[in-house]
């Protein structure tokens, strides 16, 4: 996730199209194995009866930030 921010700021930096495209692959892939992983361990940390309301508060709180 940061390597793709860097590659970001590179890519405006010197105006390139390629450079922003794969830094904004880079910076996406991050931020979704970021996401997968958090929700993995969410559900192994909680209840069966507890699971869905966890989830919920955790994509309303993704969402909204």
């Not at 390597?3 to 700021?9: H, K, P, R, T, V």
């Amino acid at each position: 996730m940061t390597l793709g921010a860097f590659g970001l700021a590179v890519a405006i930096a010197v105006a390139s199209p390629a450079v922003y495209v794969g830094g904004s692959v880079v910076a996406g892939q991050g931020v979704g194995l970021s996401f997968n992983q958090s929700l993995s361990a969410i559900g192994a940390v909680t209840t069966a009866k507890s699971r869905s309301e966890v989830f919920s508060a955790v994509c309303v709180i993704s969402c909204a930030a």
